[in-house]
Protein backbone atom coordinates (compact mmCIF):
# COMPACT_ATOMS: atom_id res chain seq x y z
CA UNK A 1 0.00 0.00 0.00
CA UNK A 2 1.35 3.29 -1.37
CA UNK A 3 0.60 6.40 1.05
CA UNK A 4 2.24 9.69 -0.19
CA UNK A 5 1.62 12.84 1.64
CA UNK A 6 -1.72 14.85 3.14
CA UNK A 7 -2.87 11.56 4.75
CA UNK A 8 -3.35 13.71 8.11
CA UNK A 9 -2.45 17.46 7.50
CA UNK A 10 1.71 16.23 8.73
CA UNK A 11 2.55 14.13 6.19
CA UNK A 12 5.77 13.89 4.42
CA UNK A 13 6.76 17.43 2.71
CA UNK A 14 5.31 18.20 -1.05
CA UNK A 15 8.44 19.42 -2.16
CA UNK A 16 11.19 17.57 -2.58
CA UNK A 17 10.63 15.22 -0.38
CA UNK A 18 12.44 17.09 2.70
CA UNK A 19 10.71 17.14 5.68
CA UNK A 20 12.23 19.20 8.77
CA UNK A 21 12.35 18.11 11.93
CA UNK A 22 13.22 19.62 15.15
CA UNK A 23 17.07 18.85 14.75
CA UNK A 24 16.98 21.99 12.40
CA UNK A 25 17.36 25.38 13.45
CA UNK A 26 17.49 28.69 12.69
CA UNK A 27 20.49 30.15 11.29
CA UNK A 28 19.84 33.43 13.04
CA UNK A 29 17.86 32.83 16.79
CA UNK A 30 18.97 28.93 17.00
CA UNK A 31 14.51 28.61 17.06
CA UNK A 32 13.40 25.53 15.33
CA UNK A 33 13.49 25.86 11.66
CA UNK A 34 10.21 26.01 9.86
CA UNK A 35 11.70 27.15 6.44
CA UNK A 36 14.88 25.53 4.57
CA UNK A 37 16.35 27.72 1.96
CA UNK A 38 18.83 25.78 -0.67
CA UNK A 39 21.33 28.44 -2.54
CA UNK A 40 22.48 28.22 -5.91
CA UNK A 41 26.02 28.19 -4.86
CA UNK A 42 25.15 24.91 -3.09
CA UNK A 43 24.76 25.76 0.31
CA UNK A 44 21.63 25.64 2.54
CA UNK A 45 20.11 27.90 5.52
CA UNK A 46 17.29 27.45 7.74
CA UNK A 47 15.52 29.95 9.57
CA UNK A 48 12.55 29.59 11.69
CA UNK A 49 9.23 31.59 10.36
CA UNK A 50 10.16 35.18 11.49
CA UNK A 51 13.24 35.01 10.19
CA UNK A 52 12.20 33.70 6.71
CA UNK A 53 9.86 36.29 6.46
CA UNK A 54 12.49 38.27 7.20
CA UNK A 55 15.28 37.35 4.93
CA UNK A 56 13.10 35.65 1.88
CA UNK A 57 13.24 39.16 0.20
CA UNK A 58 16.98 39.53 0.63
CA UNK A 59 17.52 35.61 -0.41
CA UNK A 60 14.94 35.40 -3.49
CA UNK A 61 18.11 36.51 -5.82
CA UNK A 62 20.26 33.83 -4.74
CA UNK A 63 18.01 31.38 -3.34
CA UNK A 64 17.54 27.98 -5.75
CA UNK A 65 14.25 26.50 -3.53
CA UNK A 66 12.68 27.68 -0.81
CA UNK A 67 10.97 25.40 1.30
CA UNK A 68 8.85 26.95 3.33
CA UNK A 69 7.04 24.40 6.46
CA UNK A 70 5.56 27.50 8.84
CA UNK A 71 2.22 26.66 7.72
CA UNK A 72 2.62 23.73 10.48
CA UNK A 73 2.82 26.31 12.73
CA UNK A 74 -1.16 27.80 11.71
CA UNK A 75 -2.28 24.11 11.23
CA UNK A 76 -3.06 22.82 14.76
ZN1 LIG B 1 15.06 32.77 13.81
Known amino acids: MLIT???NGTGTGESG???LS???R???CG???YI???MASGGELFFCAHHGKKFQEKLS???KSWHDESAKLLES
Open 26 to 28: CDS
Open 17 to 19: GYT
Open 36 to 38: RVE
Open 22 to 24: AND
Open 31 to 33: AQA
Open 61 to 63: GVA
Open 5 to 7: ANE
